[in-house]
């Protein structure tokens, strides 16, 4: 069946470091791969999408890549700072109708 | 712009009674999804419309859950009869098309207590 797999204990980084965070996948063959930030008890918020045949997304500090052999995503916070602290989530879908299929998410904390 | 829009927050009921959740999406988003999460989760696909046409709702418990959305816009999801494992956060989200590359939107959740 298919897996994503995300950091499960939380990430502790130093303000002003970068921060790495990885999501594995198993059974499946995306078309796309997003990626959203959750705070406490608000919904997801959209950040980035990086398609199949993309290396490497940036946004502002934010950069993704996006290995289709080693079936992983990179998820890169550079200059890292307290606001950036929440969860991130990734998010799998197989292209055309196919639907999203979330991970469980990493708990990114930065300590100032 | 508005965003996705969703009520109650909260809600606390006690097993085996009814209870239902509205959402209201953006504005021309024809496709809108409900999720529910567990803590320490991700949101898992419970139903995903396209306008009034449930397209995929294979996750869907349908002995006691149920969905709605009339006209295409407005989406309600009720529980009956609500179970001790069904105490989660219930998320609204909605998207232009169902494309797999489409941002969703998402609302701020309706955190469900059974008691």
């Known amino acids: 069946s298919q897996k994503i797999e995300q950091n499960s204990e939380a990430l502790n980084i130093q303000e002003g470091k970068t921060a790495t965070l990885t999501c594995n996948y198993t059974?499946?063959?995306?078309?796309?791969l997003q990626w959203y930030r959750q705070d406490p008890g608000r919904g997801p918020v959209f950040l980035l999408l990086?398609?199949?045949?993309?290396k490497e997304k940036r946004k502002e500090r934010l950069k993704v890549t996006f290995d289709t052999t080693l079936k992983q995503s990179l998820f890169h916070i550079t200059a890292s700072q307290p606001a950036d602290s929440a969860t991130y989530l990734c998010?799998?879908?197989?292209?055309?109708?196919?639907?999203?299929?979330f991970g469980k998410g990493t708990h990114l904390i930065i300590q100032p | 712009e508005a965003g996705v829009v969703q009520s109650p927050r909260y809600k606390i009921i006690e097993k085996k009674q009814p209870v239902a959740f509205w959402c209201n999406p953006i504005s021309g988003h024809n496709t809108l999804y409900w999720y529910l999460q567990n803590l320490g989760q991700g949101p898992e696909l419970l139903i995903r419309y396209e306008n009034e046409e449930a397209v995929d709702d294979s996750q869907l418990p349908k002995d006691r859950f149920s969905a709605e959305r009339l006209k295409g816009v407005d989406s309600t999801l009720k529980i009956q009869p609500a179970e001790l494992g069904d105490s989660a956060v219930y998320l609204c989200?909605?998207?232009?098309?169902?494309?797999?590359?489409?941002?969703?939107?998402f609302g701020p959740g309706t955190r469900l207590t059974v008691l």
């Open positions: 059974n499946y063959s995306p078309a796309y």
């Open positions: 989200a909605s998207s232009l098309d169902q494309r797999g590359a489409a941002e969703q939107f």
């Open positions: 990086i398609r199949e045949n993309e």
């Open positions: 998010a799998l879908s197989g292209g055309g109708a196919d639907g999203l299929t």
